[in-house]
């Protein structure tokens, strides 16, 4: 429940402004998580595959 809270603040006001561009490497990673945890149901695999994600997308976009 803390997770619903507080993660919509991380992805949608990164350093307390606003920015929402759905091309940025942490909405796709935070899309990937959130279509595993509900596919697997299972917590571990939604942050381990999203940090991996997110860490990709972040040297592709270099």
């Not at 561009?21 to 945890?37: F, K």
């Not at 596919?39 to 991996?52: A, E, K, N, P, Q």
Request: glycine share 6%; with cysteine.
């Amino acid at each position: 429940m803390l997770i619903a809270v507080v993660l919509p603040g991380r992805l949608f006001f990164p350093g307390g402004t606003p920015t929402i561009e759905p091309d940025t490497p942490r909405h796709v990673a935070a899309t990937l998580a959130l279509l595993i945890a509900w596919r697997t149901l299972r917590v571990l695999w939604s942050v381990i595959l999203g940090i991996c994600a997110m860490r990709r997308l972040q040297i592709l976009v270099r």
